[in-house]
C-alpha cells in the first residue's frame, strides 16, 4: 500500500512509519490541530500524488512521550471514528 510499517492499537491502525518519519491518523476533526502544529500530510507518492490523513510527528515531540501520548490518542481517536463510520447501516 504505501512501503511502510503499520502502528496499531489492538485492532485500529492509527500510525505509520515511513522514510524514517513517524505519521499519526488524522480525520476531519483533528486534521486543524495536527496542521496549526505544523506537521504535513504524509504523501506516498511524492508532492503531486496522493496525500493521506497521517500527518508527520515532528522531532521535538518524538523525544518527549508526555509531549508524543495526546497526539497519538488523538489518533486513535480518529482511527475509531472512522471505523464507526464503516459499521454505519447505510
Not at 483533528?30 to 500530510?41: D, H, I, K, T
Not at 511524492?46 to 490518542?73: C, I, K, N, T
Request: hydrophobic share 45%; no cysteine; glycine share 8%.
Amino acid at each position: 500500500m504505501f512501503g511502510g510499517v503499520g502502528i496499531y492499537a489492538g485492532d485500529l491502525f492509527f500510525a505509520l512509519v515511513a522514510d524514517d518519519a513517524l505519521y499519526l491518523k488524522g480525520d476531519d476533526a483533528s486534521r486543524p490541530e495536527f496542521e496549526a502544529r505544523g506537521m504535513s500530510p504524509f504523501r506516498p507518492f511524492g508532492e503531486d500524488g496522493e496525500v493521506m490523513q497521517y500527518y508527520q510527528v515532528p522531532a521535538d515531540l518524538l523525544e518527549d512521550v508526555e509531549a508524543l501520548r495526546p497526539w497519538a490518542v488523538q489518533a486513535v481517536a480518529a482511527a475509531e471514528r472512522k471505523r464507526a463510520k464503516r459499521k454505519r447501516p447505510r
